[in-house]
């Protein structure tokens, strides 16, 4: 169908600038028109006045529909981005947790191919054990050059960010590596203090994940990690879902990236386990048995253990907890995570020559339909 051309017409398009009423001509699988288009013969698909938006960008996703990436199995990889699919997700990073190396490189193989999958998160192995949250830390390693060699050998060009805890000995000299083969170094999972995380900052770790999760908290006689990172360049990731960081710290860091003109710096992230989508009961998430209840994903001690949020419900929440224009929301999940990704103009944007990767949302803000590259992907009772 993209082939052959879609004309989506009576949508609302949502810019970074704003919103306006118009259409979308889609061909061979790229944005060909936008605003008012004639393409007569083109099949016509009625938006019936619904936005029309960039496809969602998820930097940090480990599974849902019940799967789990980390179990390095490509049926399991299909149908967790379908699932994500039916949220407005038309690319994310499959996030592989630490575990033994030769378990995550099986992981990283079966990914091979997947449509959607826009290449790795690598959440380990070189965590602090002090900050392990969820995570097992009997698959942590100490940073070296060697470890990091062993576990990327022969998919260099898969792997896109590499979370690591910037204090331990050796862990600076990750990032030149993570550089050499094109990734995006992070910090996550650390104890390190204000001074440590600023010297990684400066370093070339220029992305930090999930934003005052598994780090040490924002205090006014230790700004840690999160002050770091908050008066760095760095891009952010931030899980919205109401548990874990509160809504008025989803306020706190919108205003003061607001005010400082570096709202393209934040991105929404759902870090979702195979119990999004699923029932409350019994799920796995990297190896490890995590219960689902009243829509909190937790080991069974109570440390929370990933989530079950999507990135449409992401979206609205940040609405909501943050007072958001709906095109700076959107941004959240679309341009500013194309950025990190070095995507940006081709996907994440609503523009004439981008891929044709699209949502189309309801007045409330669920999704209606879902195209990836102008193939319609999700559909609730539009078609």
């Known amino acids: 169908m993209a082939r052959a051309g879609l004309l989506i017409r009576g949508a609302r398009l949502v810019f970074p600038s704003g919103v306006r009423d118009g259409d979308c001509l889609v061909r061979e699988g790229k944005i060909a028109a936008l605003g008012e288009v004639k393409a007569p013969g083109t099949r016509v698909l009625d938006a019936d006045g619904r936005y029309l938006a960039p496809g969602f960008l998820d930097l940090h996703v480990h599974g849902g529909a019940g799967a789990d990436f980390a179990d390095g199995d490509p049926e399991a990889a299909q149908a967790i981005v379908r699932f994500h699919a039916g949220h407005g997700t038309t690319g994310l990073l499959a996030t592989i947790a630490s575990a033994p190396v030769e378990r995550m490189r099986k992981a990283i193989a079966a990914l091979a191919g997947v449509p959607g999958i826009l290449g790795v998160h690598l959440e380990g192995p070189f965590l602090n054990p002090e900050k392990a949250g ?24 898969e792997v896109r960010v590499v979370t690591f805890a910037p204090e331990l000995p050796g862990a600076l000299d990750l990032v ?46 230790g700004p840690g990690c999160v002050g770091a990172a908050l008066l760095s360049a760095a891009s952010l990731e931030l899980i919205c879902d109401g548990v874990h960081v509160h809504p008025a710290f989803v306020h706190l860091v919108v205003e003061f990236l607001r005010g400082r003109g570096d709202l393209h710096r934040l ?33 069974a001690d109570g440390t929370l253990a990933g989530s079950a949020l999507t990135l449409d419900r992401a ?7 943050a007072n958001l224009p709906l095109e ?3 941004s959240l999940v679309t341009a500013n995570p194309a950025h990190v990704l070095g995507i940006g103009g081709e996907r994440g944007a609503l523009a004439v020559g981008a891929t044709a990767d699209l949502v189309l949302l309801d007045p409330d803000l669920t999704v209606g339909a879902t195209l990836r590259a102008g193939e319609i992907i999700f559909s609730h009772n539009l078609f």
């Open 134 to 157: 969820a995570l097992d830390p009997e698959g942590f390693l100490p940073p070296s050059r060697e470890a990091f060699r062993k576990l990327v050998a022969g998919f260099e060009t």
């Open 176 to 221: 030149a590596e993570i550089q050499g083969i094109g990734a995006v170094p992070a910090i996550g999972h650390t104890a390190a203090t204000y001074e440590q995380a600023s010297v990684a900052l400066r370093h070339g770790a220029h992305h930090v994940t999930h934003l005052g999760n598994a780090m040490g908290g924002l205090h006014h006689r």
């Open 267 to 299: 991105c929404l992230v759902t870090d979702a386990t195979s119990a999004a989508g699923m029932p409350d009961g019994r799920w796995r998430f990297a190896n490890r048995e995590v219960r689902l209840q009243h829509g909190e994903v937790r080991l």
């Open 315 to 321: 979206i609205r929440n940040a609405i909501r907890f």
């Open 328 to 330: 700076d929301a959107l």
